[in-house]
């Protein structure tokens, strides 16, 4: 048996172990995604108070980064095809909703990654509590019997790898948007600076 397909049973071992568990790492595994919209609805609120064009530009990334991740992750997942795990062990305990979805990479762990990727970009301190929540959604993907280790691990790279890619290269121009965007009526959204105050032009011809 490959260390893969052996961590796995450890683990739904211990799903078999830990009845009391089961609730909160199904609501987590299912619904998670919900806090990592919090994390990136946080990285915008430090970049904005932070009054750095830099970490707005990172923060606006975050979900864009997501989208993008997800996307490319889709053809990955049609192209490998592998069947999730319940389809060969029907002895194990499965805790997911039966999906016809292949498993590998795994959408959760993708997404994970990539709004780690993204908050870290922002925030340090924000990004820790990202990286200790995409583990855990990677871990309760596999707790539930949805997903091998390798997909969620894969995954949670993809993510990041796609999320930081996408960022160096679309930096300058996001920079160059938030700069301009300042001037106008979405100030309020992308800092909490107050605005410089124009300086009259001084009419030299006037002058004695």
Known sequence: MDPDTAMFLQIND???????????????????????????????????????????????WAPVGVLLAVGVNQPIVGLVGEPRPYTLYPDMLVLAQHSLDPSFPSDHAV???????????????????STLAAVVMAFSRVYIAAHYPHDVLAGLLLGAAVSIVGYL?????LTRLITVLE??????????APPVPVQPAVNHSMVR
Do not use: D, K, N
């Open 14 to 60: 211990l799903a078999r172990a830990t009845g009391w568990l089961h609730p909160l790492v199904v609501a987590y595994a299912s619904y998670g995604v919900a806090v990592f919209a919090v994390l990136m609805l946080a990285g915008w609120w430090i970049a904005r108070r932070r009054a750095s064009v830099a970490a707005m530009a990172a923060a606006l």
């Open 111 to 129: 997404m994970a990654g990539s709004v780690t990727a993204g908050v870290w970009l922002v925030s340090r301190r924000l990004g820790l509590a």
């Open 183 to 192: 001037t106008s009526v979405a100030r309020p959204l992308l800092t909490c």
């Open 169 to 173: 290269l679309a930096r300058g121009m």
